[in-house]
């Protein structure tokens, strides 16, 4: 037989049991590590992005309050046209056309995967 240099884990004495039983508690800590570490990766990635999601948000909330004002500006301007009641009307169906062709496109560009 091969000579062999005797290694700290090496026990020419050791069962077959003994010896699977290193085998799973190493392939079990190998494992715990590789878990640890992709946690650690994710969390890395997470913070990452942890500031541009809020600025992002906070973007959403004024451009929804700027849309907000155009609606109430375009349904001002109508009522002196038609009155109150018609320039409510007509601005909501003109938000709800450009929101449902919006919506449209964007379905269809989904379902042909563009």
């Known amino acids: ?8 884990n090496y026990d020419p004495d ?4 003994d010896l699977l039983g290193k085998v799973v508690g190493d392939a079990r800590a190998l494992a715990e590590a590789e878990i640890a570490l992709a946690r650690t990766r994710v969390m890395v990635e997470i913070g990452r992005y942890k500031v541009p999601v809020i600025l992002f948000g ?30 409510g009307l007509a601005a909501t169906a003109m938000f709800v056309l450009v929101g449902g062709l919006l919506a449209y496109v964007g379905k269809s560009k989904l379902e042909r995967g563009s």
């Open 1 to 8: 037989m091969l000579d062999r240099p005797p290694s700290d």
């Open 58 to 87: 906070i973007a959403m909330a004024f451009l929804t309050a700027a849309l907000v004002a155009f609606a109430v500006g375009i349904t001002l301007a109508l009522s002196t046209l038609i009155g109150p009641l018609g320039a």
């Open 14 to 17: 050791a069962e077959v049991g």
